[in-house]
């Protein structure tokens, strides 16, 4: 009986986390990932998540449409834990560059530059 109590009491300390991100690296080194919007981040979101069925314009989806700057930028937090934790793109998925472009440029403070 002890031993049974030691094995659950040690698989819920080890699978218990802090992290929200489904397990994958939160903390993502952005030294050297460009951080462009325009350049870099629009391009990913509008050609994987600003399509029609998913985020494009009239979209009821959560978190709405993402076809402007400002409706990302609104969006970032939601956006950044969904490409974290790859529950997004839906029937897709990102490479890790994608991921830490959208993620460093997120952290930088999404500016839309």
């Not at 978190?63 to 969904?82: C, D, K, M, S």
Request: aromatic fraction near 6%; include cysteine.
């Amino acid at each position: 009986m002890k031993i049974t109590v030691v094995i659950l009491s040690v698989a819920v300390f080890f699978s218990c986390s802090k992290s929200n991100d489904g397990g994958n690296n939160n903390n993502i080194d952005c030294s050297g990932v460009p951080k462009s919007f325009s350049t870099n981040v629009f391009p990913i979101i509008s050609s994987r998540c600003a399509i029609s069925g998913c985020h494009a314009s009239g979209s009821t989806n959560r978190p709405g449409e993402l076809t402007t700057y400002q409706q990302v930028f609104n969006a970032r937090a939601n956006i950044r834990n969904a490409v974290i934790s790859r529950q997004m793109p839906q029937g897709s998925s990102l490479s890790q560059s994608e991921i830490n472009m959208i993620v460093c440029w997120i952290d930088s403070g999404a500016p839309n530059n």
